[in-house]
């Protein structure tokens, strides 16, 4: 079965500039999410949705970043305007369903790294 | 709050060798799980094993083991007969209910390098 699908794979921007990103998860997957991996951390959430449903957006800086997911199936991730501190990997993930158990295997996509000058 | 710790910033190990990288967490929720990601210097984060907190034993995954020890709440991963392509990023990350669904929350991450 394909992967979670992710692109661009690299990105480099200046500050005050838009960017988007875009993620396809895994067919018949309900869950997405997306995550930001500043350099040296782990991966922090910014947003989950449930088919194209908000569930979690409580760490999404909703001021500059906003997602969306409609149709529930493929999302785009767009940042503006783009700070320094925006610099980071931008994951996608995917999940069978949402969850009511302790047991939630996310499936990750490569990632989008993002360079804001 | 929940919270993941992995306080071992880098670890070498000599290929062959067995190595265990430390993970613990802190939760009052009675339920959750505990899962080990892998970040090869590529960028995708690839599930290695879980283990829920009601599970008896200890889980396995081929040469990976994870080291449950509830009282001390600490889920360490082993990985026995260390390979050069084992070198990576790795991550501890806990899972927990809430009324939305699960959420899963990573530490910081453990840099692991395997010697020829």
């Known amino acids: 079965e394909a992967g979670v699908a992710q692109s661009p794979r690299y990105k480099i921007i200046e500050k005050r500039q838009s960017v988007a990103f875009w993620c396809n998860p895994i067919?018949?997957?309900?869950?997405l999410y997306w995550y930001q991996q500043i350099l040296g951390q782990g991966p922090k959430l910014l947003i989950q949705?449930?088919?194209?449903?908000?569930?979690?957006d409580s760490q999404l800086p909703k001021d500059r970043f906003s997602a969306e997911r409609l149709k529930g199936v493929d999302s785009t991730l767009k940042i503006q305007p783009a700070k320094l501190e925006d610099s980071a990997v931008y994951l996608c993930?995917?999940?069978?369903?949402?969850?009511?158990?302790?047991?939630?295997?996310?499936?990750f996509g490569p990632g989008t790294r993002l360079t804001v000058l | 709050a929940q919270k993941i710790t992995q306080t071992q910033p880098g670890m070498f190990v000599q290929e062959k060798e067995a190595v265990t990288l430390d993970c613990t967490y802190d939760?009052?929720?009675?339920?959750?799980?505990l899962f080990w990601y892998k970040q090869p210097s590529s960028g995708e984060m690839i599930f290695l094993i879980y283990?829920?907190?009601?599970?008896?034993q200890n889980a396995t995954e081929g040469r990976y083991s994870l080291n449950f020890q509830k009282a001390r709440k600490s889920a360490n991963l082993v990985i026995s007969a260390s390979q050069l392509g084992d070198s990576a990023m790795y991550f501890c990350?806990?899972?927990?209910?809430?009324?939305?669904?699960?959420?899963?929350?990573f530490g910081e991450g453990t840099q692991l390098t395997v010697n020829p």
């Open positions: 990350a806990m899972s927990f209910k809430e009324t939305s669904g699960s959420r899963l929350t």
């Open positions: 949705f449930q088919n194209n449903g908000v569930v979690d």
């Open positions: 283990q829920g907190s009601y599970d008896q």
């Open positions: 939760t009052s929720d009675p339920s959750y799980g």
């Open positions: 067919s018949g997957h309900a869950t």
């Open positions: 993930a995917s999940s069978l369903e949402v969850s009511y158990s302790s047991y939630n295997e996310q499936f």
